[in-house]
């Protein structure tokens, strides 16, 4: 698994280096918004999933698929490694979002900067890992290309069905708007560990569904 | 038992095309020449030997080993050559072999660094910078350091130029000969295994023709070459495949006593090559 995780590093130096310019570019677009946690939240969603695509876009241009499957390797770990990087690429989005703060604060170009919080760190990686446990599946399933058209369709269709979820149904739905006002009654902790309990059952849920398209997959 | 691969009954349907319940099985030390016509099931083999492909029917033995329970444990004992590099094109030989090495037991550096020198191979160039012949070489030296007891490749040779074919030949044969290894050898290109092959097994359209020692094979089956008026279709019904032109026939059979009791000493008969008998072979299934 850690052989397929520095082959990753490996083949997304380049992505790596200039995920660093985006950062720094989103945060001067974005420094008007007043939402600030969003705009962290934001930032660490597009440089996980560009990180992610990267490397899958780059893993469909090489077949690697073949090879991969032809060294002593087991599609869980294949499809593990996968998921294992969402962490990596996590802190090191971190790592960047924490030192283009601290340069950009530094030399006070932007105000009202966004600092990292624990609460905020939580709620970046649900983020990442809904994103993530949506898009991997199809990934698996259909290549890079052609999951690309799916995963929009799906991506889209899930941002404005969560619009129209909290507009009209949860404020219908006696049971999500209890689980709602359960949530809002909790203190930070009780909500950060339900936070981070979510993503990883999001994430370990994607797995399941990967390893089970993988394994019927061939090359 | 020294069989190292062993292949049973072994089926799998595609849109318009099938491997019809193949069976064949090679032992430790020698070179098998898997041969046949584009199209005619090699790769596809080679991937369900691989759990590349899902056989539909059949059993695939590796050192006895069913090859998909046993997957991992035989796959750290093959080394693989493909027709294409599919190594990552970004990443430096050096850098794939540090992804690569660590994923097998018996990794050998040393063998690897020699390998890479005795190719000429750079350590520090992207793989997508080097020629086709480099990149098999690389291929090669890959499969070669993790003291595999099986190579697996799959028509290696096609695209290269004469020199570094030969030179990838004569590797093989010092494998299987000074190493003791067993070299599966997928090519259409038939005379490399006239040089290096122990055992043929030849397959089309799907199914194997025969599975022998290449000697046996050379041996059975004859080449015939006569004056047109010697043959009518009664006698053509005691070859494999038959040729006519203006000058004269040509024709594969199997039977040379018979034929030289059938045609007498009018008729010429040759010893046939791997390419002679593949193309009788393939010709007569396209007219029958």
């Known amino acids: ?219 | 038992m020294n069989k190292i691969l062993q292949v049973r009954n072994l089926s799998k349907e595609f849109k318009g095309f099938k491997l019809d319940n193949i069976s064949f099985s090679m032992e430790k030390g020698f070179i098998m020449g898997f041969i046949g016509p584009n199209g005619a099931g090699k790769s596809t083999t080679i991937k369900l030997i691989m759990n590349l492909l899902r056989k539909d029917a059949g059993e695939i033995l590796v050192f006895g080993k069913d090859h998909i329970r046993h997957e991992k444990e035989i796959k750290n004992r093959i080394g693989f050559v493909y027709d294409e590099n599919y190594y990552y094109e970004e990443l430096t030989p050096l850098q794939m072999k540090r992804v690569v090495a660590p994923l097998y037991k018996n990794w050998d550096d040393n063998t690897f660094t020699n390998y890479m020198s005795r190719f000429e191979l750079p350590l520090n160039k992207q793989i997508k910078d080097l020629s086709k012949g480099m990149k098999m070489k690389y291929s090669l030296a890959i499969a070669l350091s993790h003291n595999a007891d099986l190579l697996i490749m799959d028509e290696p040779t096609s695209g290269l130029d004469p020199i570094v074919r030969r030179e990838l030949l004569d590797i093989l044969t010092s494998v299987s000969r000074e190493e003791n290894k067993g070299v599966f050898f997928s090519t259409h290109i038939t005379s490399d295994l006239d040089r290096v092959a122990d055992f043929i097994t030849f397959i089309n359209e799907g199914k194997i023709v025969f599975s022998s020692a290449k000697d046996d094979v050379l041996e059975n089956y004859c080449l015939v070459k006569g004056a047109n008026g010697l043959i009518g279709e009664e006698e053509k019904r005691n070859f494999i495949g038959i040729r006519e032109s203006r000058f004269g026939f040509e024709g594969l059979a199997v039977d040379r006593k018979k034929i030289r009791k059938m045609l007498g000493e009018s008729i010429v008969i040759e010893k046939p090559t791997l390419d002679d008998i593949m193309l009788y072979f393939a010709r007569r299934n396209q007219d029958a």
Not at chain 1, 17 to 25: G, H, I, K, Q
Not at chain 1, 41 to 47: H, R, S, Y
Not at chain 1, 50 to 55: D, E, G, H, T
Not at chain 1, 160 to 183: A, P
């Open chain 1, 1 to 219: 698994m850690l052989s397929l995780m520095i082959k990753d590093i490996y083949l997304l130096k380049r992505t790596m280096a200039f995920s660093v310019l985006y950062l720094v570019f989103m945060l001067f677009v974005f420094s008007s918004l007043d939402n600030a946690a969003g705009v962290f939240t934001f930032c660490m969603v597009a440089i996980i999933h560009m990180l992610m695509v990267s490397s899958c876009a780059l893993d469909e241009k090489n077949k690697s698929d073949v090879i991969l499957n032809s060294l002593p390797l087991s599609r869980q770990v294949i499809v593990g490694a996968r998921y294992l990087m969402v962490i990596i690429y996590m802190l090191f989005a971190v790592a960047v979002y924490g030192l283009g703060t601290w340069v950009i604060g530094m030399l006070n170009m932007i105000p009202d900067l966004y600092y990292i919080t624990l609460d905020g760190l939580i709620g970046a990686f649900l983020a990442s890992s809904v994103i993530t446990g949506i898009y991997l599946p199809f990934y698996f399933r259909l290549g890079y290309i052609k999951s690309r058209i799916y995963y929009f369709i799906l991506f889209f269709g899930l941002f404005f069905g969560i619009n129209l979820l909290v507009s009209k149904v949860i404020t219908e739905n006696t049971v999500l708007s209890r689980m709602g006002s359960f949530l809002a009654e909790q203190n930070d902790t009780v909500v950060g560990i339900i936070t981070a309990g979510a993503a990883i059952a999001i994430l370990a849920i994607s797995y399941g569904i990967s390893l089970r398209i993988y394994k019927k997959r061939e090359f």
